[in-house]
């Protein structure tokens, strides 16, 4: 019997069922707008790199049984999805015809950072259970290209799609926020994160100056990952003082984080995997040198909306698919040679390092992709790369562990798996994500008011700026009652100046309805 279908203990032969990841491929469009690829083309190209990878030809995936793609950010509520270009009604069934592939499940996923891992991780308990052998998980962002075309004036070309009917989705529908919190700006990720953010800098007790310079140190290392990232985006390395320093180049965006520390969306990315069962596997003729397995995964949401957190410094979702993903996988977070922890924000990733019990300066470093604000944010789909990026890493070092987490909303939807060469040591059981989320949603959390009045205490904040300035302040607090509330805070300059100029958390003041009859106003004491 080859060693390499033997279980790590040498003891279980590996089930043809067993999944595996077998190709990874990117793809980074750098050239002009008018020349860019369209969405199928540029998913394409990271398929063709994937399908080379795993030593297959574009024919050999007309086998493929099972076939997802991760939403496109244009296809997301909101302003994007109001943008006047073309559309493909079902981009899995497109991406079905242009391979010749007849699946017999496809799934677009709903929106969301976590749904490339997630898409993995259901695929993998597929092909376990014997309901699919041969897959492709892929997707792709272009935005960069888009959003220049349209600046420009430069025609989008029409997507050609055949007539078809809506995809399937994966994933949770619902919106991140409620109207209520939507109306005070907690709908804008470069709004919510910074409150989570300035959360953390007050439970831990540090200034305002040190914490800036932590921020810098923590995000300094990512960009050196990037800048030796063939597919990155932004491949320079900048010092820990360059990228909290605000200026022209990195003016503040939603405080404490300035445009540096900001994921960038508007890029050209793709990124595909190709999963099939160890019988498939075989039968394809894929060199066992290629095989990469996935030994632990897990999928939850925390509280749902922003205002129902139990805090803003922790993550109950993140520490407990993180804790399961490794026990799935029968390892500790110190067995982990790699780590690519979700970097929308730099309140993200240490949130999720310490979920983990990992140093945010751990010497093994927190990500292998170079993080979203510099490699790239592909919408929803960073996490694809992380986990093609995850596979060259793992089989570089065979027998090694890498973890890879995924991060959607506002540190909302969160999914976790962890890769190696070495043969799992028994079979594929993905646990049903509905255990770990009863135990979450059963969680104490504050009452909400929606329209408070009276004397108040700020919980957390941020202040929101314009290209042009500041904007409005933004306060999460609680009222006499210990309920909590979101308010603006009065938009003049001094006023926003002196909320970062020192620490607000713990500030009281006064809230109630503002002029307008629709947001809540705060006014410090």
Known sequence: MSPAFLGGDGGFRVLDTTPVLIGAGQFTYRGAPADAPGPLELVGRAVERAAADAALSMDDLAELDALGVVGFTIDAPGALARLPVPRHVNPPASLARALAASP?????????????????????????????DFALATGAEFLGSL?????????????????????????????????HEAAHGLNM????????????????????ADHQARLGRLFAPFTKVAAANPHAWFPKARSAEELVEVGSANRMVSFPYPKYLNAIMQVDQSAAVLIASVAKARELGVPPQKWVFLHGCADAADLWFPLERQNYHASPAMRLTGERTLEMAGIEASDLAFLDLY??????????????????????????????????????NYAMHSIATMMERVRARPGSFGLTTANGWYLTKQSVGVYSTSPPKGPFERQDPAMIQRRIDALDHPRIVERPTGAATVETYTVVHSRDGYRMGIVIGRDAEDRRFVALTPSDEPSLRRFEEAEQVGRRGVVGPAEDGVHNLFVPA
């Open 147 to 179: 959003m220049r075309r349209i600046a420009q004036g430069i025609p989008t070309p029409a997507v050609g799609e055949e007539a078809a009917a809506p995809p399937t989705r994966l994933g949770d529908s619902r919106s991140g926020v409620t109207e």
């Open 104 to 132: 017999r499940w496809s799934v677009y996923t709903e929106m969301g950072g976590n749904s490339p891992q997630q898409l993995v991780n259901t695929i993998c308990e597929r092909i376990a259970a014997g309901e699919n």
């Open 343 to 380: 970097s929308c924000f730099p309140s993200a990733v240490e949130i999720g390092a310490e979920s983990l019990g990992v140093d945010i300066d751990d010497p093994r470093g927190l990500t292998v992709t170079g993080g979203l604000p510099y490699f790239g944010g592909p919408g929803n």
């Open 189 to 208: 990720p470069v709004n919510t994160y910074p409150l989570f953010e300035n959360a953390l800098r007050a439970r831990d007790g540090r200034s305002l």
